[in-house]
RNA sequence: GCUCCGAUAGUGUAGCAGGCCAAUCAUUCUGGCCUUUCAAGCCAGUGACCCGGGUUCAAAUCCCGGUCGGAGCACCA
């Protein structure tokens, strides 16, 4: 084949290459180098109108990983300049903190948009000045009609004087909401309609949520002007961010060109769906929380990280999940499947082992008084724990329904028992040994003594209730294992055990 | 309508300045081993370069067209 003729070629006039073919190429690992010159300074700017989610986990983790890598400083900048669509919620800016802390991404600075008003301002005036930006009139249905026409706006060019007047009415709140708003000027025919003028402040009366700033402003920049200041403002170098923001980049630069400043390097990701949670927004779960559908920000069900977190996630284990995903600007749809997978190579070997049966049945056995079964606290690790047991115990009723009376099996680290009866559920006491599972592989169930703890688990699929062993009350706040069930993470020790089911 | 991105197994990902690629790794799934959990561990297996052209001795990799997916054109972030 032709295919093989240039190798003898080669041999023939340049035979020292031919081992350089051999050469592997590395493959990549983890996330990929960036092009840095001087001190890496990076952002995460979420705006807390809500705790971190899954998606926040990646703007976290990525900006934070990077700046750990580079030995650079990693900021986090609450957006929080609309006090109306996207209101803020005070809790959230300390959530945010405590959750990125949690993830190992404690910020190097903190800022937030809402104190950083008057700086927004004087680039504004910067910019008019330089006939840059201009107060417009035009009803927001009017302006597109012209902007999609290519047309300007008769405000576009009423001159710097006019300008200057126009913003100072504004700032002193000389004008209702919708009657003004400030533009950049870009190029009213550029051939991207989402390039053409875009606005930059508008005026909102509604008092910010937070007590330091309440009615004090009642113009507010919008994300594309704030953003673009504060980046610059912060000497920011490099954004890595959703590729929903790349036409952002493109109108910010406007703005750096006007005045002088170098844009940072960008990088984006594509969206993101997780098949687990469907679709969801910030806005959507406020509602579904007010009205009762889930119990809180923490409910099982929810994608906040404070709720993988109740849920016995650990970070170690968000992060390499969100590692793994790289940077491609791909759309991903996922499934939690490796994120639970590598929770449970952390988890597996340190989690003790406990009884629970759900939907319990409950089954008498003749032959055995009273004995105390001895059961190890986890496979491969040390102790043992001490059950109790009379002459009934509680079975799951998923195993009791397959059971026919003859069915000889064992129950697990206790002994072995012969089915004597289904309605109601008997059975006699048949020996201790294991041969009935080694040689005649019987099957082998968990049990719970009735005398047990009352248990209730919350998952992401629904709740099961039924009773589990003692010692459970003492693993508040830990992960363990219930044998043949998955996970869990006990929650709460009062009357009930609530544990949070973590994944099988 | 206009504009801008992207496309490798079920899922995510590596490779993408052309030959090391009958394509990497992880997860899922299937089978086996091990095991007093249907967990974990160990071994094995199934499974992918969106389609059509072009350039080239050689294309997952470069070019063009199409399809599909996503985003922007907000007084949201």
Redesign the pocket.
Known sequence: ???????EE?ERIAPELISE?????????GL?ELDINGKLVMRF???P?GPATLGSARGIIVNSEYTKKYNGKFIIR?????P???RPMLEAYYWYIEDCEWLGAKPDEVVI?SDRMEKYYEVARQLIEKEAAYV?????GT??EL??AKKSCPHREQGVGKNLMFWDKMLAGGYN?????L?IKTDIVH??????D??A????KTPHPRKEVGDKYCV????????AVEDHLLGVTHIIR???????E??QKYIYRYLGWTYPKTL????V?V?EFGKFSTSGLKKAIADGTYSGWDDPRVPTLRALKRRGILPEAIRKFII????????????L??L???N??II??I?N?YFFVWKPVVMSIEGKEHTVA???I???GGGVREIPVQNTVLV?R??AEKLNAGDKL??????NIEITGTSPLTAKFIG?G?EL??KDKA????WAPPDGVKVRVLSPGGEYEGVGEAGIVNEKDSVV???????VRIDSVDDVVVAYFTH?
């Open positions: 084949m032709e295919q093989d003729k240039w190798k080669l073919l051999k050469v592997k190429k590395e493959p990549d690992k990929p700017a979420p705006n109108n609450f957006d929080d300049t609309d109306v669509t996207k948009a417009c009139f035009c009803g927001q302006f597109k902007k999609d909401e919708q009657e003004a708003v533009r051939k991207d309609p989402a390039m053409r875009w606005g402040f508008r005026i909102i507010w920049p919008l994300l594309d002007f704030e953003g959703g590729k929903d923001l790349m036409d952002s493109s109108r984006h990701w594509g969206r769906k098949h793994d995903l790289g940077l491609s600007e791909t759309d991903i749809s996922l499934s499947d490796s639970y997978a590598e449970r190579k597996d070997p989690a082992r001895r059961a190890p986890h496979p491969v799951c998923d195993d064992r129950l697990k680290d206790l002994y201790t294991m599972v080694k099957g082998i169930i968990h294992q219930f044998e043949r069930f998955g996970f099988r």
